[in-house]
Nanobody, 115 residues
Framework: EVQLVESGGGLVQPGGSLRLSCAASGFSFSSYGMSWVRQAPGKGLEWVSGTFNGGDTTKYADSVKGRFTISRDNTKNTLYLQMNSLKPEDTAVYYC????????WGQGTQVTVAS
């Protein structure tokens, strides 16, 4: 059974940093692309960043480029998102996501950026 469990969210002031983690199990982690997707209050889902080809390829949404860094540790089956220079508009529930024959999502972790 595929499981994705996010952690690391919280309340942070503008300009601050957080690191999100996603612990994966139930599949061959290194063989699949992984992404972070977020949903701000009252808004739809927004793809944030993804890592593919075992980590050789990373991509970012323009809204987070230069501030967020995605990484993965294939020995620990864990995906990370380092978020720096956070802005109030980064406030959202952040989900870990992977797509095999069907998509899989974690339960999400809340990130709130406010002073």
């Amino acid at each position: 059974e595929v499981q994705l469990v996010e952690s690391g969210g919280g309340l942070v002031q503008p300009g601050g940093s957080l690191r999100l983690s996603c612990a994966a199990s139930g599949f061959s982690f290194s063989s699949y692309g992984m992404s972070w997707v977020r949903q701000a209050p009252g808004k739809g889902l927004e793809w944030v960043s993804g890592t593919f080809n075992g980590g050789d390829t990373t991509k970012y949404a323009d809204s987070v480029k230069g501030r967020f860094t995605i990484s993965r540790d294939n020995t620990k089956n864990t995906l990370y998102l380092q978020m720096n220079s956070l802005k109030p508009e980064d406030t959202a529930v952040y989900y870990c996501y992977t797509k095999h024959l069907v998509p899989y999502w974690g339960q999400g972790t809340q990130v709130t950026v406010a002073s």
